[in-house]
């Protein structure tokens, strides 16, 4: 689970090709992390791999089945936004079972699951706050914690960090980083921050103007970045 192969796949907005044909392997488990300037495609990246936005042209195979025709819902991956997205007015533990309550599971069986995805998180103690009563750092956390109780195949996180202090940003790091050794699950992550990328990945996907410049593990990317472009971006200084 967790296997997904973009082939040739293309999007244009109107006359503007923002992805080229882009061909990429994420393999199960992998924690990917795609970085590149301000503009460069990464968002469009993710949305395409979501089902939030049809490809132009190319297809999207998910664990060897053709999912570029697939709704959102049915991906079985969970997006993880930048904004919370939470509802106010609901506690932590209603937030969490969203999903699982819309699916019409037993509520025995969505607090189960909430329970065991709290303690994954550290939520345990806040289960019966509403989300304005917590820090940026725990919302972050309940939004994390919807998308796991949907037990996804992949999960997509879109810069999950951009709102946090700096010295959150760096315990979130890590705990997302804690989180997928937990899980084992494949993630795919989008990020502008050189730093967050070399310290999360297993494998680094290098855009520019939506075109992959390298893929490679940090190290790799570090020590032999292929051209000028990685190199100034994420490569040893000279
Ligand atoms: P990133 O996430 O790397 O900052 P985006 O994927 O958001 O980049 O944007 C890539 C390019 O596609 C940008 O030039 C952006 O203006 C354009 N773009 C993104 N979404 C749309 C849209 N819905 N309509 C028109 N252009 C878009
Ligand atoms: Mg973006």
């Known amino acids: 689970m967790g296997n997904i192969t973009l082939k ?37 990246l993710m949305r395409l791999i979501a089902g939030l936005e049809d490809v132009t042209s190319g297809s999207i195979e998910i664990d060897g ?24 007015h609901m506690s932590v533990r209603k937030n969490i079972a969203f999903p699982l309550r819309m699916a019409g599971m037993s509520k025995e069986e969505q ?3 909430v329970e065991a995805a709290a303690s994954v998180l550290n939520l345990t103690d806040y289960l019966e706050r509403r989300p304005g009563q917590l820090s940026g750092g725990q919302r972050q956390r309940v939004a994390i914690g919807r998308a796991i109780v949907r037990e996804p195949a992949a999960f997509l996180f879109d810069e999950p960090l951009s709102n946090l202090d700096a010295a959150l940003r760096v315990g979130m790091r890590m705990e997302i980083s804690e989180l997928h050794k937990k899980l084992a699950t494949t993630m795919i992550y989008v990020t502008h921050d050189q730093v967050e990328a070399m310290t999360m990945a297993d494998k680094i996907v290098v855009l520019q ?13 570090y020590h032999r970045p292929r051209n000028t472009f990685v190199a100034g971006f994420i490569g040893s200084p000279k």
């Open 209 to 221: 103007a939506g075109n992959i410049e390298q893929v490679g593990g940090p190290l790799e990317l």
């Open 65 to 88: 089945r053709n999912a570029t025709e697939t709704s959102p819902a049915k991906r079985g991956l969970a997006m993880v936004f930048q904004s919370y997205a939470l509802y106010p």
């Open 8 to 44: 040739q796949i293309t999007k244009s907005f109107g006359d503007v090709q923002v992805i080229p044909p882009l061909d990429l392997e994420i393999n199960e488990g992998e924690f990917v992390v795609f970085v590149g300037p301000s503009g460069c495609g990464k968002s469009t």
């Open 111 to 113: 607090n189960a699951k």
